[in-house]
């Protein structure tokens, strides 16, 4: 599996920004996706997921009602819609997959297949 998150920019605080990731070599189907953000100096963390056994969303209490994660099968791409977004949002997003991820999803050590990462940063 291959996957490539695209998205990233310089966002105002308050702004919006969709993040995507494209799969390929495997169907997204049945696999959990998850986001996951590292800010400078900090650990990496989950930010989402959507489990691959019964599409259940799950969100870090710090982004929840704020952002949004989805799929779209016919593009075999997942989404991270991302809504009212401050300073502290600021980090590298990776979306990582793997098969027959079961919730709560936010374990980034359930997944084996990781994107490249792709930068927001949330300044004025």
């Known amino acids: 599996v291959q996957l490539q998150a695209l998205g990233g920019r310089l966002v105002e605080p308050g702004g919006r920004l969709r993040l995507s990731c494209a799969a390929s070599g495997v169907s997204l189907l049945n696999h959990g996706i998850g986001w996951f953000r590292q800010a400078p100096g900090k650990e990496r963390e989950a930010v989402a997921c959507i489990s691959g056994a019964d599409d259940t969303t799950n969100y870090v209490r710090s982004v929840q009602g704020r952002f949004t994660i989805s799929r779209d099968l016919a593009k075999n791409t997942a989404y991270l819609e991302m809504f009212g977004l401050n300073p502290e949002d600021t980090a590298v997003y990776y979306c990582?997959?793997?098969?027959?991820?079961?919730?709560?999803?936010?374990?980034?050590?359930?997944?084996?297949?990781w994107g490249q990462g792709t930068l927001v940063t949330v300044s004025s």
């Open positions: 990582a997959a793997e098969k027959y991820v079961s919730p709560p999803c936010l374990d980034m050590d359930e997944y084996t297949n």
